[in-house]
Each structure stands twice: as structure tokens, then as C-alpha cells.
């Protein structure tokens, strides 16, 4: 199993790194700024997997404007998700399961 370098979200490509984040006492956590994923370079594939899937969550969330948003519409979030999450999370996959 290969760990992707990066992955595009809403046609930009976000990093994907593995640190050490014991320290922080996190799994992983996304910088919009930087258009960065950083994961804990000690997570098992499965929970590799599912925090890269939180992660891109929060970068979806960013792109579409939502995480700037005081109240979600149930709506828009939905759209989020279906628009922006989904195809990068299928593309994920089929990179990192490929391996």
C-alpha cells in the first residue's frame, strides 16, 4: 500500500505528509493555507484511510466556503459533499487501494 503524494480536491492538489504528530496528541489535521494534509506517520491503513477521509473533509468544507459559514443549510452541505468530497474521496481510493 502506497500512500498518494497528493490528491486533488475541487481541481487543486492538496500535499499529503506523514510526520510525527505524538506530540500533538492529533492524527492528522489540514491546512488550507498551505493546501497541506498532514497525517501521523504511525497510523495503521486503516486508520490511515478514515483520518486522510476527516482530513479532506475539513478541505472540502474550506473550498466550497462552508467552514466560513456561522450556520450550515443542510442543503449546501449536502452539495459539498456530492460536488466536492466525494470525487476527490473516489480518486483517493482508488490510488491508495490500488497498492
Given at each position: 500500500?502506497?500512500?498518494?503524494?497528493?490528491?486533488?480536491?475541487?481541481?487543486?492538489?492538496?500535499?499529503?505528509v506523514r510526520r510525527d504528530l505524538s506530540?500533538?496528541?492529533?492524527?492528522?489535521?489540514?491546512?488550507?493555507?498551505?493546501?497541506?494534509?498532514?497525517?501521523?506517520?504511525?497510523?495503521?491503513?486503516?486508520?490511515?484511510?478514515?483520518?486522510?477521509?476527516?482530513?479532506?473533509?475539513?478541505?472540502?468544507?474550506?473550498?466550497?466556503?462552508?467552514?466560513?459559514?456561522?450556520?450550515?443549510e443542510e442543503e449546501a452541505v449536502v452539495?459539498?459533499?456530492?460536488?466536492?468530497?466525494?470525487?476527490?474521496?473516489?480518486?483517493?481510493?482508488?490510488?491508495?487501494?490500488?497498492?
Amino acid at each position: 500500500m502506497t500512500l498518494p503524494k497528493t490528491i486533488r480536491m475541487a481541481g487543486v492538489p492538496l500535499k499529503i505528509v506523514r510526520r510525527d504528530l505524538s506530540e500533538d496528541g492529533t492524527y492528522g489535521h489540514y491546512s488550507h493555507s498551505r493546501k497541506l494534509i498532514v497525517v501521523d506517520k504511525s497510523l495503521a491503513p486503516g486508520v490511515l484511510r478514515d483520518t486522510i477521509r476527516h482530513e479532506m473533509m475539513h478541505a472540502a468544507f474550506a473550498f466550497s466556503g462552508l467552514s466560513y459559514c456561522e450556520h450550515w443549510e443542510e442543503e449546501a452541505v449536502v452539495r459539498c459533499m456530492e460536488e466536492v468530497f466525494f470525487p476527490s474521496w473516489e480518486r483517493f481510493l482508488k490510488r491508495f487501494e490500488a497498492n
